[in-house]
């Protein structure tokens, strides 16, 4: 409902920053660092997602389609390099399905290493990955999670005898909220279940820290999420204004 007038006909991570939907953007974030292997786990509407990306050339470039006789000829005008060598696997994890359950559906897909990244389709950072991942594997912990500061909307007031002592517009916090990156071991699915209300960020996160097996990156770079429409305008008018931190793939 946050987003309604962009969600209402189509899945949050199809909501465009700039040209390109903000799951692209977070996708190039990984790719940029060379992590190009990708699970995307589906819910609302994710037959457009697939779309999106079974099409991905058409959606992003001119072209001339030839029809008729024969098989369809399509020519592309000036195609662009967007995606280069990415493996996508698109697997369906329930409409109603919290984040938990999510993971736990996924589990007979993730083969080979024993660590993984997760994160969400609605936030964007010029977050260092390799560094992320070293920095876990120095903790040994089954998780690592990615804190930011988060810049409070609105203006703090200290007040002294009746009187305002001190005031301070959009002031940072002085600890870290979960940015929603992650690196986990595959120790975590002992701790989710494919059940529906098994939300990631309550009992399973909790028992981790209960044990000391959750660390946490500070993120000290940018970071911006996607949840209101109002950041949907923030983050497009940086676009165009051309300061895109996040879009570390253009330097």
């Known amino acids: 409902m946050r987003m309604n007038e962009e969600t209402e006909f189509r899945p949050k991570p199809l909501v465009k920053i700039g040209h390109l939907p903000v799951l692209v953007h977070v996708m190039k974030t990984y790719a940029h660092w060379g992590y190009k292997d990708f699970i995307l786990c589906l819910g609302y509407r994710g037959e457009m997602i697939k779309d999106y990306f079974l099409n991905f050339d058409e959606h992003n470039n ?10 369809k000829r399509i020519s592309y005008v000036n195609k662009k390099k967007i995606i280069n060598d990415w493996q996508i696997t698109f697997a369906d994890t329930g409409l109603g399905t919290n984040t938990g359950g999510r993971l736990a559906r996924v589990k007979n ?17 010029d977050i260092n990955l390799p560094d992320v991942y070293r920095y876990h594997k120095s903790k040994k912990t089954i998780g690592t999670l990615c804190g930011v500061d988060y810049v409070n909307p609105f203006g703090i007031i200290e007040p002294k005898a009746g009187l305002v002592a001190d005031f301070q517009e959009n002031p940072r916090s002085a600890g870290h909220i979960n940015g929603g990156f992650y690196v986990f071991n595959k120790a975590i ?23 000391s097996q959750l ?8 970071w911006h999420c996607m949840d209101h429409m109002k950041h949907v305008e923030e983050l497009n008018a940086m676009y165009h ?7 570390m793939w253009e330097t």
């Open 215 to 222: 660390g946490i990156y500070a993120h000290r770079g940018f």
């Open 62 to 71: 001119d072209f001339t389609l030839k029809m008729g006789a024969g098989p």
């Open 241 to 247: 204004s051309g300061h895109r931190p996040w879009m």
């Open 109 to 125: 897909l993730l083969a080979g290493e024993e660590d993984f990244f997760l994160t969400y389709a609605d936030g964007v950072a």
């Open 189 to 211: 699915f002992k701790y989710v279940v494919p059940d529906e209300d098994c939300v990631l960020e309550k009992g399973p996160l909790q028992a981790l820290s209960k044990k």
